[in-house]
């Protein structure tokens, strides 16, 4: 294990190098391996996470059909998204990702604004993420204490659960960065050994098995409140499918934490796009067999859409195992879900240090605390941000999936936008050691148009009729951010943030970057830099 760990002082040499040559010091400490590294990535898209807390869901629009056939349409599509990413990760491996992506790959006066905006996409989808992770924890913890008990779960129960859940992801963040390594390797084993485990006991113990049929071929509408009709009747059923998939790909999300964990990784510019590429396609693989296996032991598919229990997964385990089994099943899908939180929150924050490094948030949070080797006070600033966003779950119905529609499309955008860049200013793209050649171009246009497509898609109405119960404010969220973003550069940000900066030789030439950003911004006015060596990291 030690010699997985360090990999010599040759390899972390050039991984330093590397660094320097896009204009940073070494700051967070580098000891994590190809698997710790897919591992946070795996962590984070969490099959179990996703399918347990959109199950139902999934069950209500499309139902078993949609979510089955669904899942293999997107792992498809989402694995040419990954490709793209993994080639860019190479060759441009730093904590920041798809923001510092955008500015490297941008002509170099659209730098500093396509790196603004896919920065603040990349960030909502970030905290949409860990709020979803989180909070479908809280509501799986709310709905196992109501199991054989008198206990009754509430919005303001659940948003108080949610609350100590944020609060021991940030604290285990801040002080425990040693030990961060063994619960990702705890994390892997639960999400892959754990998880298959838990679909092979409910498929042995099943007392019946739903047909073929019914598991890949029933299409099922309960977006209809009663009395309106669901949107298969008011609109089509193609519009419920295709709403149906958000399950499938808010599951199949975070994976660009490998590229934010780069600058933690050995050897980066081969393990952290590996770790892109396993992240998905393993949780494909993990992910098709749970799911399946759900659909296939579902005793009653009437008593499991609308369990009194509220949840189908949970529904599913009672009536197999009674309910000490379900309990103890539940117990290990919420830990699987705890540690996905945990990492989310982890990668959030790193890529909040990298975003504030480079003058995107307040130099505040450009600290890392020298005791404890992580950044602190990003991390309390991504659990109060996540924290936020799950308050309209005391109003609304929907608040749950409208943060897994945000998480979705706020990430899916900041990833697309650096793969778009480099297929419209391919001469830009110095491409690292993972080199997808020919087929670079193509893929990047697949994965574009993909995620045009799911953009719109999750933007839609889910539930009928609309109202302010069931409206999905995820327009809302992702509108503010997107009138944030573009109306913060053309007003002020254009006039002060350029994109990454190349802080060595900006510390090189007397410039303060971190402590007096007014410093650079004078050197910058007066043009007083170094003829040889630009303060932007290189095109």
């Not at 190098?17 to 591992?39: C, I, M, P, T, V």
Request: aromatic share 12%; proline share 5%.
């Amino acid at each position: 294990m030690d010699n997985e760990l360090d990999p010599g002082p040759s390899i972390k040499g050039q991984d330093e190098d590397r660094l320097a040559e896009l204009g940073y010091k070494q700051e967070l400490k580098r000891n994590w391996s190809l698997l710790h590294n897919f591992g946070v990535s795996f962590s984070i898209i969490s099959i179990i996470t996703g399918i347990t807390t959109l199950f139902e869901y999934g069950l209500s629009t499309g139902g078993p059909g949609v979510m089955s056939v669904g899942w293999i349409v997107v792992c498809f599509f989402t694995f040419f998204v990954a490709l793209g990413m993994a080639e860019i990760v190479s060759a441009i491996p730093t904590s920041g990702g798809p923001y510092f992506w955008a500015a490297i790959l941008a002509p170099d006066d659209k730098s500093a604004f396509y790196s603004w905006i896919t920065g603040w996409f990349n960030l909502l989808g970030q905290v949409a993420v860990t709020t979803g992770i989180t909070f479908g924890c809280a509501e799986l913890i709310s709905t196992t204490a109501t199991i054989g008990t008198s206990y009754t779960a509430t919005a303001g129960k659940t948003i108080g659960i949610y609350a100590a859940l944020l609060i021991s992801h940030a604290l285990t963040n801040s002080f425990g960065v040693s030990f961060l390594r063994y619960l990702n390797n705890t994390s892997i084993l639960l999400h892959s050994v754990g998880v298959t485990c838990f679909a092979i006991a409910i498929l042995s113990k099943a007392p019946i098995h739903q047909s073929a049929k019914a598991v890949f071929a029933t299409f099922y509408d309960g977006t209809g409140e009663t009395p309106s009709p669901g949107w298969s009747v008011r609109a089509s059923p193609a519009y419920v499918a295709v709403c149906g998939v958000l399950m499938a790909q808010y599951t199949i999300t975070g994976f660009d934490a490998s590229a934010h964990l780069s600058e933690e990784t050995n050897n980066a510019a081969w393990n952290a796009p590996l770790g892109v590429l396993m992240s998905v396609g393993v949780s494909a693989v993990f992910g098709f067999f749970l799911l399946i296996s759900l659909l296939f032991c579902i005793q009653d598919f009437a008593t499991t859409v609308d369990s009194s229990v509220g949840q189908p997964v949970t529904q599913i385990l009672i009536d197999i195992f009674g309910d000490k089994g379900a309990i103890a099943l539940m117990t290990l899908i919420i830990v699987c879900v705890w540690h996905a939180g945990l990492f989310s929150m982890t990668s959030n924050s790193r890529m909040m240090f990298g975003f504030a490094r480079d003058r995107g948030l307040p130099p505040f949070f450009t600290t890392v605390d020298a005791r404890f080797e992580a950044p602190i006070r990003t991390i309390c600033l991504a659990a109060f941000l996540a924290f936020l966003l799950a308050i309209p779950s005391l109003g609304s119905s929907v608040a749950f999936s409208a943060a897994t529609s945000i998480a979705t499309i706020g990430l899916y955008l900041s990833y697309g936008l650096p793969i778009l860049i480099g297929l419209i200013y391919p001469a830009n793209f110095k491409k690292g050691p993972f080199n997808l050649r020919a087929a670079s171009r193509p893929i990047a246009a697949v994965a574009c148009l993909y995620i045009g497509f799911i953009t719109i898609v999750f933007c839609l109405p889910e539930l009928n009729p609309v109202n302010s119960q069931t409206l999905n404010y995820t327009p809302v969220a992702v509108g503010i951010v997107a009138l944030w973003a573009f109306g913060s550069w053309f007003l002020w940000a254009r006039k002060w943030f350029t994109g990454p900066i190349r802080q060595i030789e900006a510390e090189r030439m007397g410039i303060p970057v971190i402590e007096d950003p007014a410093a650079f911004d004078k050197y910058e006015r007066d043009g007083k830099t170094d003829g040889n060596v630009s303060i932007k990291a290189p095109l």
